[in-house]
Nanobody, 121 residues
Framework: QVQLVESGGGLVQPGGSLRLSCAAS????????MGWYRQAPGKERELVAT???????NYADSLKGRFTISRDNAKNTAYLQMNSLKPEDTAVYYC???????????????WGQGTLVTVSS
């Protein structure tokens, strides 16, 4: 029913760039807010960015504007452009539908497999 598949991860050098994709199946994509999350080794899953169904974006303060979230409703796909990557960005990245609860995004569905991003020399 609800299926989200992340892709685009891989090995990249510090300072490099990578674009992740989140392909959605079904008919609800264009009417839902989306979020990107990540989980680094030994750490809890954390929010990276959100984009509303209307295209309004928000980012975690710690990212310093290095990441950009976008969406293409015609392709049922969300993206995460990652620039100036640092070793501490190494993590498994996940996407999910979210709802806004008092300004806080809440993931709505079960987590998929994610895509691994490794930043290393």
């Amino acid at each position: 029913q609800v299926q989200l598949v992340e892709s685009g991860g891989g090995l990249v050098q510090p300072g490099g760039s990578l674009r992740l994709s989140c392909a959605a199946s079904g008919s609800i994509f264009s009417s839902r807010h989306m979020g990107w999350y990540r989980q680094a080794p030994g750490k809890e899953r954390e929010l990276v960015a959100t984009i509303t169904r209307a295209g309004t974006t928000n980012y975690a303060d710690s990212l310093k504007g290095r990441f950009t979230i976008s969406r293409d409703n015609a392709k049922n796909t969300a993206y995460l452009q990652m620039n100036s990557l640092k070793p501490e960005d190494t993590a498994v990245y996940y996407c999910n539908y979210v709802m806004m609860a008092r300004g806080t995004p809440v993931p709505l569905y079960a987590w998929g497999q994610g895509t691994l991003v490794t930043v290393s020399s």
